[in-house]
Protein backbone atom coordinates (compact mmCIF):
# COMPACT_ATOMS: atom_id res chain seq x y z
CA UNK A 1 0.00 0.00 0.00
CA UNK A 2 1.33 3.18 -0.87
CA UNK A 3 1.48 6.22 1.52
CA UNK A 4 -0.92 8.74 0.90
CA UNK A 5 0.35 12.26 -0.41
CA UNK A 6 0.67 14.76 1.86
CA UNK A 7 0.16 18.07 1.70
CA UNK A 8 0.50 21.19 4.31
CA UNK A 9 -0.52 24.65 4.33
CA UNK A 10 -2.28 27.23 6.90
CA UNK A 11 -5.44 26.79 4.99
CA UNK A 12 -6.85 24.43 3.32
CA UNK A 13 -10.13 25.65 1.09
CA UNK A 14 -12.45 22.80 -0.46
CA UNK A 15 -14.03 23.58 -3.67
CA UNK A 16 -12.46 26.08 -6.42
CA UNK A 17 -16.01 27.83 -7.13
CA UNK A 18 -16.57 31.71 -6.30
CA UNK A 19 -16.77 31.18 -2.50
CA UNK A 20 -13.65 29.01 -2.69
CA UNK A 21 -11.49 31.02 -4.85
CA UNK A 22 -12.57 34.49 -2.79
CA UNK A 23 -11.90 32.49 0.51
CA UNK A 24 -8.36 31.43 -0.88
CA UNK A 25 -7.60 34.89 -2.13
CA UNK A 26 -8.44 36.40 0.84
CA UNK A 27 -6.70 33.93 3.09
CA UNK A 28 -3.45 34.47 1.25
CA UNK A 29 -3.58 38.24 1.47
CA UNK A 30 -3.71 37.82 5.12
CA UNK A 31 -0.44 36.16 4.58
CA UNK A 32 -1.56 32.29 5.06
CA UNK A 33 -0.04 29.81 2.91
CA UNK A 34 -3.17 28.28 0.87
CA UNK A 35 -4.22 25.19 -0.88
CA UNK A 36 -7.19 24.81 -2.90
CA UNK A 37 -8.83 20.86 -3.59
CA UNK A 38 -11.21 20.65 -6.35
CA UNK A 39 -12.59 17.18 -6.89
CA UNK A 40 -13.32 18.35 -10.81
CA UNK A 41 -10.66 17.60 -13.63
CA UNK A 42 -9.43 20.86 -14.45
CA UNK A 43 -11.31 21.36 -18.22
CA UNK A 44 -14.19 21.26 -15.57
CA UNK A 45 -13.37 23.67 -13.09
CA UNK A 46 -15.20 26.27 -11.83
CA UNK A 47 -18.39 24.42 -9.89
CA UNK A 48 -21.63 26.11 -10.61
CA UNK A 49 -19.87 29.62 -10.82
CA UNK A 50 -18.66 28.87 -14.57
CA UNK A 51 -21.75 27.67 -15.71
CA UNK A 52 -23.89 30.34 -14.19
CA UNK A 53 -24.78 33.81 -15.95
CA UNK A 54 -22.74 36.33 -14.16
CA UNK A 55 -25.86 38.58 -12.99
CA UNK A 56 -24.92 40.14 -9.54
CA UNK A 57 -27.00 41.85 -6.85
CA UNK A 58 -25.33 44.49 -5.05
CA UNK A 59 -26.36 47.45 -3.42
CA UNK A 60 -25.45 50.79 -5.77
CA UNK A 61 -26.34 54.41 -5.13
CA UNK A 62 -26.49 55.57 -8.92
CA UNK A 63 -24.81 55.47 -12.07
CA UNK A 64 -21.48 56.44 -10.93
CA UNK A 65 -21.21 53.21 -8.08
CA UNK A 66 -22.05 51.27 -11.66
CA UNK A 67 -19.46 53.06 -13.58
CA UNK A 68 -17.04 52.10 -10.64
CA UNK A 69 -17.41 48.83 -11.45
CA UNK A 70 -18.12 48.65 -15.70
CA UNK A 71 -15.20 51.73 -16.54
CA UNK A 72 -16.62 54.79 -18.59
CA UNK A 73 -20.30 54.89 -19.38
CA UNK A 74 -20.51 56.89 -22.73
CA UNK A 75 -23.02 59.90 -22.86
CA UNK A 76 -24.67 57.05 -25.56
CA UNK A 77 -25.62 54.95 -22.86
CA UNK A 78 -26.70 57.24 -20.66
CA UNK A 79 -29.31 58.25 -22.67
CA UNK A 80 -30.36 54.78 -23.25
CA UNK A 81 -30.63 53.37 -19.91
CA UNK A 82 -32.08 55.06 -16.59
CA UNK A 83 -30.08 53.18 -14.23
CA UNK A 84 -31.76 53.98 -10.81
CA UNK A 85 -30.37 52.81 -7.76
CA UNK A 86 -30.55 49.85 -5.29
CA UNK A 87 -30.77 50.55 -1.93
CA UNK A 88 -29.23 48.39 1.04
CA UNK A 89 -33.01 49.26 2.61
CA UNK A 90 -34.50 47.46 -1.18
CA UNK A 91 -32.21 44.77 -0.78
CA UNK A 92 -33.20 43.61 2.86
CA UNK A 93 -36.66 44.14 1.64
CA UNK A 94 -36.34 41.97 -1.61
CA UNK A 95 -34.35 39.54 -0.03
CA UNK A 96 -36.80 39.26 3.30
CA UNK A 97 -40.05 39.40 0.90
CA UNK A 98 -38.78 36.14 -1.68
CA UNK A 99 -37.48 34.28 1.13
CA UNK A 100 -41.00 34.85 3.32
CA UNK A 101 -39.47 36.32 6.12
CA UNK A 102 -36.94 33.48 7.27
CA UNK A 103 -33.95 34.68 6.05
CA UNK A 104 -31.00 35.20 9.24
CA UNK A 105 -30.98 38.64 10.11
CA UNK A 106 -27.18 38.53 10.40
CA UNK A 107 -26.77 36.96 7.38
CA UNK A 108 -28.62 39.21 5.01
CA UNK A 109 -26.90 41.78 6.96
CA UNK A 110 -23.88 40.60 5.89
CA UNK A 111 -24.68 39.80 2.60
CA UNK A 112 -26.45 43.03 1.83
CA UNK A 113 -24.00 46.01 3.62
CA UNK A 114 -20.83 44.28 1.88
CA UNK A 115 -21.80 43.67 -1.53
CA UNK A 116 -20.87 46.65 -2.68
CA UNK A 117 -17.48 46.39 -1.38
CA UNK A 118 -17.19 42.60 -2.30
CA UNK A 119 -17.47 43.65 -6.00
CA UNK A 120 -15.09 46.15 -6.04
CA UNK A 121 -12.89 43.68 -4.11
CA UNK A 122 -13.80 41.26 -7.29
CA UNK A 123 -12.61 44.46 -9.56
CA UNK A 124 -9.04 44.52 -7.75
CA UNK A 125 -9.07 40.50 -8.75
CA UNK A 126 -9.38 41.23 -12.07
CA UNK A 127 -13.06 40.19 -12.07
CA UNK A 128 -14.93 42.66 -15.09
CA UNK A 129 -18.27 43.73 -15.27
CA UNK A 130 -20.75 45.12 -17.81
CA UNK A 131 -23.75 47.20 -17.12
CA UNK A 132 -26.93 43.96 -17.31
CA UNK A 133 -29.09 45.68 -19.81
CA UNK A 134 -31.27 42.48 -19.63
CA UNK A 135 -34.41 41.60 -17.84
CA UNK A 136 -34.80 45.46 -17.35
CA UNK A 137 -37.76 47.13 -18.02
CA UNK A 138 -38.50 48.36 -21.40
CA UNK A 139 -39.37 51.58 -21.97
CA UNK A 140 -41.47 52.51 -24.82
CA UNK A 141 -39.41 55.18 -25.93
CA UNK A 142 -36.93 52.70 -26.92
CA UNK A 143 -34.54 53.02 -23.17
CA UNK A 144 -34.08 50.73 -20.32
CA UNK A 145 -34.87 50.90 -16.92
CA UNK A 146 -33.00 49.29 -14.10
CA UNK A 147 -35.56 47.28 -11.99
CA UNK A 148 -32.97 47.38 -9.42
CA UNK A 149 -30.72 44.48 -8.23
CA UNK A 150 -28.54 42.41 -10.46
CA UNK A 151 -27.38 45.62 -12.64
CA UNK A 152 -23.92 44.52 -13.65
CA UNK A 153 -22.81 40.97 -15.07
CA UNK A 154 -19.29 39.50 -15.47
CA UNK A 155 -17.63 39.83 -18.41
CA UNK A 156 -17.68 36.50 -20.31
CA UNK A 157 -20.50 35.21 -17.51
CA UNK A 158 -19.54 32.99 -15.07
CA UNK A 159 -16.77 31.22 -17.24
CA UNK A 160 -15.09 34.92 -17.35
CA UNK A 161 -15.74 35.48 -13.67
CA UNK A 162 -14.40 31.68 -12.69
CA UNK A 163 -11.20 32.41 -15.41
CA UNK A 164 -10.07 35.79 -13.35
CA UNK A 165 -10.32 34.48 -10.58
CA UNK A 166 -8.61 31.66 -11.40
CA UNK A 167 -5.85 33.85 -12.65
CA UNK A 168 -5.50 35.77 -9.46
CA UNK A 169 -4.82 32.47 -7.77
CA UNK A 170 -2.50 31.28 -9.98
CA UNK A 171 -0.43 35.09 -9.39
CA UNK A 172 -0.62 34.71 -5.74
CA UNK A 173 1.42 31.35 -5.31
CA UNK A 174 -2.14 29.46 -4.29
CA UNK A 175 -1.64 25.70 -5.49
CA UNK A 176 -5.48 24.08 -6.89
CA UNK A 177 -5.21 20.24 -7.01
CA UNK A 178 -7.78 19.29 -9.34
CA UNK A 179 -8.97 15.47 -9.46
CA UNK A 180 -9.01 15.60 -5.79
CA UNK A 181 -12.41 14.52 -3.80
CA UNK A 182 -12.39 15.73 -0.09
CA UNK A 183 -13.70 13.11 1.45
CA UNK A 184 -13.91 13.67 5.51
CA UNK A 185 -12.38 15.77 8.08
CA UNK A 186 -9.51 15.16 10.10
CA UNK A 187 -10.90 16.60 13.51
CA UNK A 188 -10.84 15.31 17.41
CA UNK A 189 -11.82 17.17 20.39
CA UNK A 190 -9.60 20.30 19.44
CA UNK A 191 -10.65 20.94 16.59
CA UNK A 192 -10.47 20.30 12.57
CA UNK A 193 -7.13 19.70 11.34
CA UNK A 194 -7.05 19.15 7.71
CA UNK A 195 -8.91 16.92 5.08
CA UNK A 196 -8.86 13.51 3.85
CA UNK A 197 -9.04 13.41 0.09
CA UNK A 198 -8.19 11.17 -2.51
CA UNK A 199 -6.62 12.77 -5.51
CA UNK A 200 -6.60 10.59 -8.96
CA UNK A 201 -6.28 7.23 -7.52
CA UNK A 202 -4.37 8.35 -4.29
CA UNK A 203 -5.15 9.06 -0.51
CA UNK A 204 -4.20 12.31 0.13
CA UNK A 205 -4.15 14.08 3.52
CA UNK A 206 -4.27 17.65 3.75
CA UNK A 207 -3.16 19.08 6.97
CA UNK A 208 -4.26 22.92 8.01
CA UNK A 209 -4.81 25.32 10.75
CA UNK A 210 -7.95 25.74 9.23
CA UNK A 211 -10.62 24.18 6.32
CA UNK A 212 -12.64 26.16 4.36
CA UNK A 213 -15.81 24.29 3.15
CA UNK A 214 -17.22 25.61 -0.30
CA UNK A 215 -17.69 22.36 -1.72
CA UNK A 216 -21.77 22.95 -3.29
CA UNK A 217 -24.83 21.99 -2.60
CA UNK A 218 -26.30 18.10 -3.22
CA UNK A 219 -28.11 19.50 -6.21
CA UNK A 220 -26.13 16.85 -8.35
CA UNK A 221 -27.23 13.74 -5.88
CA UNK A 222 -30.60 12.11 -7.28
CA UNK A 223 -30.79 10.51 -4.21
CA UNK A 224 -30.14 13.57 -1.69
CA UNK A 225 -32.82 15.46 -3.97
CA UNK A 226 -35.37 12.72 -3.01
CA UNK A 227 -34.44 12.11 0.48
CA UNK A 228 -34.37 16.08 1.23
CA UNK A 229 -36.36 18.23 -1.14
CA UNK A 230 -39.39 15.34 -1.57
CA UNK A 231 -40.66 13.04 -4.52
CA UNK A 232 -40.17 13.63 -8.14
CA UNK A 233 -36.80 15.93 -7.20
CA UNK A 234 -34.66 12.89 -8.26
CA UNK A 235 -36.61 13.52 -12.07
CA UNK A 236 -34.80 17.43 -11.88
CA UNK A 237 -32.43 18.23 -14.33
CA UNK A 238 -29.32 19.71 -13.12
CA UNK A 239 -28.61 23.00 -14.26
CA UNK A 240 -25.45 23.21 -13.10
CA UNK A 241 -21.97 21.46 -12.13
CA UNK A 242 -22.32 17.67 -11.70
CA UNK A 243 -19.81 18.06 -8.99
CA UNK A 244 -21.97 19.14 -6.30
CA UNK A 245 -23.46 16.15 -4.53
CA UNK A 246 -23.09 17.07 -0.73
CA UNK A 247 -20.29 15.41 0.25
CA UNK A 248 -19.08 19.07 2.33
CA UNK A 249 -22.24 19.28 4.52
CA UNK A 250 -22.09 14.99 4.84
CA UNK A 251 -18.38 15.66 5.95
CA UNK A 252 -19.49 18.69 8.03
CA UNK A 253 -22.59 16.81 9.20
CA UNK A 254 -20.49 13.45 10.34
CA UNK A 255 -18.43 15.68 12.86
CA UNK A 256 -21.42 17.47 14.40
CA UNK A 257 -22.19 20.38 12.44
CA UNK A 258 -25.47 22.12 13.01
CA UNK A 259 -27.82 21.25 9.92
CA UNK A 260 -29.45 24.99 9.15
CA UNK A 261 -31.67 26.75 6.71
CA UNK A 262 -34.11 25.41 4.44
CA UNK A 263 -33.10 21.52 4.10
CA UNK A 264 -36.35 21.09 1.71
CA UNK A 265 -35.90 24.52 -0.16
CA UNK A 266 -34.18 24.96 -3.37
CA UNK A 267 -33.50 27.27 -6.47
CA UNK A 268 -34.95 26.28 -9.51
CA UNK A 269 -36.11 27.08 -12.54
CA UNK A 270 -37.79 26.72 -16.06
CA UNK A 271 -35.31 24.57 -18.05
CA UNK A 272 -35.88 22.90 -21.78
CA UNK A 273 -37.47 19.45 -21.33
CA UNK A 274 -34.90 18.38 -24.61
CA UNK A 275 -31.64 19.24 -21.79
CA UNK A 276 -30.21 16.73 -20.35
CA UNK A 277 -29.91 14.85 -17.08
CA UNK A 278 -26.92 16.95 -16.39
CA UNK A 279 -25.75 19.85 -17.66
CA UNK A 280 -22.46 20.37 -19.51
CA UNK A 281 -20.06 23.45 -19.89
CA UNK A 282 -20.50 23.45 -23.57
CA UNK A 283 -24.39 24.33 -23.10
CA UNK A 284 -23.91 26.64 -20.17
CA UNK A 285 -27.69 28.53 -19.80
CA UNK A 286 -28.72 27.61 -23.01
CA UNK A 287 -31.59 25.77 -21.76
CA UNK A 288 -33.15 28.36 -19.14
CA UNK A 289 -36.34 29.20 -20.29
CA UNK A 290 -37.63 32.24 -18.73
CA UNK A 291 -39.43 34.39 -20.49
CA UNK A 292 -42.62 32.89 -19.21
CA UNK A 293 -44.48 36.27 -18.90
CA UNK A 294 -44.62 36.94 -22.65
CA UNK A 295 -47.17 34.19 -22.96
CA UNK A 296 -49.07 31.65 -20.57
CA UNK A 297 -48.00 28.14 -19.14
CA UNK A 298 -50.32 25.13 -19.09
CA UNK A 299 -49.79 21.74 -17.99
CA UNK A 300 -50.59 18.21 -19.81
CA UNK A 301 -54.15 18.93 -18.48
CA UNK A 302 -54.05 21.99 -20.10
CA UNK A 303 -54.45 23.84 -16.93
CA UNK A 304 -52.44 27.07 -16.15
CA UNK A 305 -51.01 26.65 -12.67
CA UNK A 306 -48.36 29.68 -11.84
CA UNK A 307 -49.04 33.60 -11.90
CA UNK A 308 -46.64 33.85 -15.33
CA UNK A 309 -46.87 37.52 -14.31
CA UNK A 310 -46.67 37.47 -10.74
CA UNK A 311 -43.97 40.17 -10.86
CA UNK A 312 -40.48 40.75 -12.32
CA UNK A 313 -38.33 37.97 -13.65
CA UNK A 314 -35.67 37.91 -10.90
CA UNK A 315 -38.52 37.48 -8.21
CA UNK A 316 -40.31 34.45 -9.59
CA UNK A 317 -37.78 32.56 -11.86
CA UNK A 318 -36.26 30.60 -9.51
CA UNK A 319 -39.66 29.24 -7.75
CA UNK A 320 -40.86 28.23 -11.14
CA UNK A 321 -38.97 25.18 -11.37
CA UNK A 322 -40.89 23.92 -8.22
CA UNK A 323 -44.33 24.45 -9.74
CA UNK A 324 -43.41 22.48 -12.90
CA UNK A 325 -41.82 19.63 -11.10
CA UNK A 326 -45.56 19.15 -9.32
CA UNK A 327 -47.23 18.79 -12.30
CA UNK A 328 -47.93 15.41 -14.22
CA UNK A 329 -45.12 14.45 -15.73
CA UNK A 330 -43.45 17.37 -14.52
CA UNK A 331 -43.68 18.92 -17.85
CA UNK A 332 -45.45 22.16 -18.98
CA UNK A 333 -45.61 24.12 -21.79
CA UNK A 334 -44.93 27.80 -22.54
CA UNK A 335 -47.21 28.76 -25.35
CA UNK A 336 -46.56 32.74 -27.22
CA UNK A 337 -48.19 34.16 -30.46
CA UNK A 338 -46.22 36.19 -32.96
CA UNK A 339 -46.02 39.19 -30.25
CA UNK A 340 -44.78 37.21 -27.42
CA UNK A 341 -42.76 35.35 -29.37
CA UNK A 342 -41.02 38.27 -30.73
CA UNK A 343 -40.02 39.37 -27.52
CA UNK A 344 -38.27 36.06 -26.22
CA UNK A 345 -34.20 35.50 -25.95
CA UNK A 346 -31.95 34.28 -28.46
CA UNK A 347 -31.57 30.64 -26.14
CA UNK A 348 -35.13 30.06 -27.26
CA UNK A 349 -33.98 29.64 -30.81
CA UNK A 350 -30.95 26.80 -30.34
CA UNK A 351 -31.25 23.67 -32.49
CA UNK A 352 -31.67 21.56 -29.45
CA UNK A 353 -35.07 23.42 -27.83
CA UNK A 354 -37.94 21.42 -27.36
CA UNK A 355 -39.71 23.74 -29.89
CA UNK A 356 -43.29 23.60 -31.80
CA UNK A 357 -44.68 26.17 -34.28
CA UNK A 358 -47.84 26.25 -36.01
CA UNK A 359 -50.11 28.68 -38.21
CA UNK A 360 -53.14 28.09 -35.64
CA UNK A 361 -53.31 27.43 -31.99
CA UNK A 362 -55.59 24.48 -32.95
CA UNK A 363 -52.54 22.98 -34.98
CA UNK A 364 -50.35 23.76 -32.06
CA UNK A 365 -51.64 22.08 -29.18
CA UNK A 366 -51.99 19.26 -31.31
CA UNK A 367 -48.65 18.81 -32.03
CA UNK A 368 -47.65 18.98 -28.18
CA UNK A 369 -48.11 15.27 -27.11
CA UNK A 370 -49.73 14.35 -23.76
CA UNK A 371 -51.48 17.58 -23.44
CA UNK A 372 -55.28 18.02 -23.35
CA UNK A 373 -55.82 20.01 -26.30
CA UNK A 374 -59.45 20.27 -25.77
CA UNK A 375 -59.33 21.66 -22.11
CA UNK A 376 -56.12 23.94 -23.21
CA UNK A 377 -57.78 25.89 -26.01
CA UNK A 378 -60.19 26.56 -23.25
CA UNK A 379 -57.53 27.55 -21.05
CA UNK A 380 -56.75 29.88 -23.71
CA UNK A 381 -59.45 31.02 -24.80
CA UNK A 382 -60.64 32.16 -21.15
CA UNK A 383 -57.28 33.62 -20.83
CA UNK A 384 -57.71 36.35 -23.48
CA UNK A 385 -61.31 36.70 -22.57
CA UNK A 386 -60.26 37.27 -18.67
CA UNK A 387 -58.06 40.05 -19.94
CA UNK A 388 -58.09 43.37 -18.18
CA UNK A 389 -58.44 45.93 -21.43
CA UNK A 390 -58.82 49.19 -20.03
CA UNK A 391 -55.47 48.74 -18.32
CA UNK A 392 -52.39 49.68 -21.06
CA UNK A 393 -49.93 47.26 -21.77
CA UNK A 394 -46.84 48.68 -20.13
CA UNK A 395 -43.46 46.84 -20.46
CA UNK A 396 -41.49 49.67 -18.45
CA UNK A 397 -43.45 48.41 -14.99
CA UNK A 398 -45.35 46.07 -13.25
CA UNK A 399 -48.07 47.39 -15.24
CA UNK A 400 -51.45 45.67 -13.45
CA UNK A 401 -52.53 44.92 -16.91
CA UNK A 402 -54.44 41.33 -15.53
CA UNK A 403 -56.73 38.69 -16.42
CA UNK A 404 -59.46 39.01 -13.99
CA UNK A 405 -61.40 36.48 -12.24
CA UNK A 406 -59.26 33.16 -12.87
CA UNK A 407 -58.59 30.49 -10.56
CA UNK A 408 -55.14 31.08 -11.44
CA UNK A 409 -53.86 34.83 -11.33
CA UNK A 410 -52.15 36.57 -13.96
CA UNK A 411 -51.18 39.48 -12.55
CA UNK A 412 -49.30 41.85 -14.90
CA UNK A 413 -48.82 42.12 -18.73
CA UNK A 414 -51.35 39.88 -19.70
CA UNK A 415 -51.94 40.12 -23.70
CA UNK A 416 -54.20 37.77 -25.43
CA UNK A 417 -52.27 34.87 -26.96
CA UNK A 418 -54.25 35.51 -30.56
CA UNK A 419 -51.73 36.52 -33.33
CA UNK A 420 -50.23 33.62 -35.57
CA UNK A 421 -48.22 32.23 -35.81
CA UNK A 422 -47.86 30.37 -32.43
CA UNK A 423 -45.09 28.91 -30.47
CA UNK A 424 -44.30 26.50 -27.99
CA UNK A 425 -41.87 25.43 -25.81
CA UNK A 426 -41.95 21.92 -23.99
CA UNK A 427 -40.16 22.78 -20.36
CA UNK A 428 -39.66 20.84 -17.22
CA UNK A 429 -37.76 21.81 -13.74
CA UNK A 430 -34.24 22.24 -13.94
CA UNK A 431 -32.39 22.58 -10.18
CA UNK A 432 -29.57 25.23 -9.77
CA UNK A 433 -28.53 24.81 -6.12
CA UNK A 434 -29.85 23.43 -2.41
CA UNK A 435 -30.92 25.80 0.02
CA UNK A 436 -29.97 23.34 2.88
CA UNK A 437 -26.45 24.28 4.60
CA UNK A 438 -25.03 24.10 7.81
CA UNK A 439 -24.73 26.98 10.45
CA UNK A 440 -22.38 29.71 10.47
CA UNK A 441 -21.62 32.24 12.53
CA UNK A 442 -20.78 35.76 11.60
CA UNK A 443 -17.38 35.47 10.64
CA UNK A 444 -18.08 32.29 8.88
CA UNK A 445 -17.31 29.71 11.20
CA UNK A 446 -19.14 26.39 11.52
CA UNK A 447 -21.51 25.75 14.79
CA UNK A 448 -22.20 22.56 15.74
CA UNK A 449 -25.85 21.27 16.53
CA UNK A 450 -25.24 22.68 20.28
CA UNK A 451 -24.34 25.91 19.04
CA UNK A 452 -21.14 25.78 19.69
CA UNK A 453 -18.01 26.89 17.09
CA UNK A 454 -16.26 23.75 15.88
CA UNK A 455 -12.34 25.06 16.03
CA UNK A 456 -11.04 25.39 12.47
CA UNK A 457 -13.80 24.53 10.43
CA UNK A 458 -15.67 27.65 8.10
CA UNK A 459 -18.29 27.04 5.47
CA UNK A 460 -19.35 29.51 2.54
CA UNK A 461 -21.58 29.65 -0.53
CA UNK A 462 -24.08 26.87 -1.13
CA UNK A 463 -22.63 25.23 1.83
CA UNK A 464 -24.26 28.24 4.17
CA UNK A 465 -27.78 27.51 5.10
CA UNK A 466 -29.91 30.46 6.27
CA UNK A 467 -30.02 32.49 3.66
CA UNK A 468 -32.69 31.54 0.69
CA UNK A 469 -35.68 29.91 1.50
CA UNK A 470 -39.04 29.23 -1.16
CA UNK A 471 -36.85 31.50 -3.56
CA UNK A 472 -34.13 34.09 -3.94
CA UNK A 473 -33.51 37.12 -5.71
CA UNK A 474 -31.21 36.71 -9.35
CA UNK A 475 -27.83 37.51 -8.76
CA UNK A 476 -27.80 36.88 -5.07
CA UNK A 477 -26.54 33.51 -5.49
CA UNK A 478 -22.98 34.56 -7.05
CA UNK A 479 -22.97 37.75 -4.31
CA UNK A 480 -23.17 35.59 -1.21
CA UNK A 481 -20.61 33.02 -2.71
CA UNK A 482 -18.18 36.10 -3.13
CA UNK A 483 -19.29 37.93 0.21
CA UNK A 484 -19.39 34.89 2.32
CA UNK A 485 -16.15 33.35 0.87
CA UNK A 486 -14.47 36.43 1.94
CA UNK A 487 -16.08 36.56 5.27
CA UNK A 488 -14.94 32.70 5.35
CA UNK A 489 -11.27 33.50 4.22
CA UNK A 490 -10.77 36.41 6.89
CA UNK A 491 -11.61 34.11 9.54
CA UNK A 492 -9.37 31.49 8.32
CA UNK A 493 -6.20 33.49 7.86
CA UNK A 494 -6.71 35.38 11.22
CA UNK A 495 -6.82 31.77 12.80
CA UNK A 496 -3.51 30.87 10.90
CA UNK A 497 -2.27 33.78 11.69
CA UNK A 498 -2.71 33.29 15.84
CA UNK A 499 -5.31 35.97 15.91
C1 LIG B 1 -27.06 27.60 -14.89
C2 LIG B 1 -26.80 28.48 -13.69
C3 LIG B 1 -26.92 29.86 -13.82
C4 LIG B 1 -26.71 30.68 -12.70
N1 LIG B 1 -26.74 32.04 -12.87
C5 LIG B 1 -26.50 32.84 -11.80
C6 LIG B 1 -26.45 34.26 -11.96
O1 LIG B 1 -26.52 34.81 -13.06
N2 LIG B 1 -26.26 35.01 -10.83
C7 LIG B 1 -26.11 34.45 -9.58
O2 LIG B 1 -25.96 35.17 -8.60
N3 LIG B 1 -26.09 33.11 -9.43
C8 LIG B 1 -26.27 32.30 -10.50
N4 LIG B 1 -26.23 30.94 -10.34
C9 LIG B 1 -25.96 30.41 -8.98
C10 LIG B 1 -24.47 30.51 -8.69
O3 LIG B 1 -23.77 29.93 -9.75
C11 LIG B 1 -24.12 29.81 -7.38
O4 LIG B 1 -24.95 30.29 -6.35
C12 LIG B 1 -22.66 30.08 -6.97
O5 LIG B 1 -21.82 29.91 -8.09
C13 LIG B 1 -22.24 29.14 -5.86
O6 LIG B 1 -20.86 29.24 -5.64
P1 LIG B 1 -20.11 28.17 -4.73
O7 LIG B 1 -18.69 28.56 -4.75
O8 LIG B 1 -20.81 28.02 -3.44
O9 LIG B 1 -20.33 26.79 -5.49
P2 LIG B 1 -19.68 26.25 -6.83
O10 LIG B 1 -19.35 27.36 -7.76
O11 LIG B 1 -20.59 25.21 -7.37
O12 LIG B 1 -18.31 25.59 -6.37
C14 LIG B 1 -18.29 24.40 -5.62
C15 LIG B 1 -17.06 23.61 -6.04
O13 LIG B 1 -16.84 22.53 -5.12
C16 LIG B 1 -16.37 21.42 -5.86
N5 LIG B 1 -16.58 20.20 -5.06
C17 LIG B 1 -17.74 19.54 -4.82
N6 LIG B 1 -17.52 18.47 -4.04
C18 LIG B 1 -16.19 18.46 -3.77
C19 LIG B 1 -15.34 17.60 -3.01
N7 LIG B 1 -15.81 16.53 -2.35
N8 LIG B 1 -14.02 17.89 -2.96
C20 LIG B 1 -13.51 18.95 -3.61
N9 LIG B 1 -14.26 19.78 -4.36
C21 LIG B 1 -15.59 19.55 -4.41
C22 LIG B 1 -17.16 21.48 -7.14
O14 LIG B 1 -16.55 20.74 -8.17
C23 LIG B 1 -17.18 22.99 -7.42
O15 LIG B 1 -16.08 23.37 -8.20
C24 LIG B 1 -26.40 30.10 -11.44
C25 LIG B 1 -26.23 28.72 -11.34
C26 LIG B 1 -26.42 27.90 -12.45
C27 LIG B 1 -26.22 26.43 -12.31
Known sequence: MTAPLETTADVVVVGAGLAGLCAALTARWSGASVVVIERAPIEERGGNTRFSNGAMRAVYAGVED????????????????????????????????????????????????????TMLWLKTQGARFLPLYEWQFKLPDGRVKFSGGSAVECNGAGDGLSAALFAACARENIDVHYDTRALGLIEDAQGVHGVAARRARQEAIYRGKAVVLACGGFEANAQWRARYLGPSWDLARVRGSRFNTGDGLRMALDIGAMPYGHWSGCHASSWDFNAPEVNELAYGTLFKRDDYAAGIVVNARGDRFFDEGGDIRSLTYAKFGRAILAQPGQIAWQIFDAKGAAQLHGEYRIRQAAHFAAPTLAELVGKLEGLDTEKCLATIAAYNNAIRDDIPFDPGRKDGRRAAGLAVPRSNWALAIAEPPFEAWAVTCGITFTFG?????????????????????????????????????????LMSAAVFGRVAGEGAGALANGS
Open 66 to 117: IEALVGDISEAERARADFGAYTPEQYFDDLARVTEYRAHPDMMDTLVNRSRE
Open 437 to 477: GVRIDTTGRVLNSDGAVIPGLFAAGEMAGGLFYFNYPGGAG
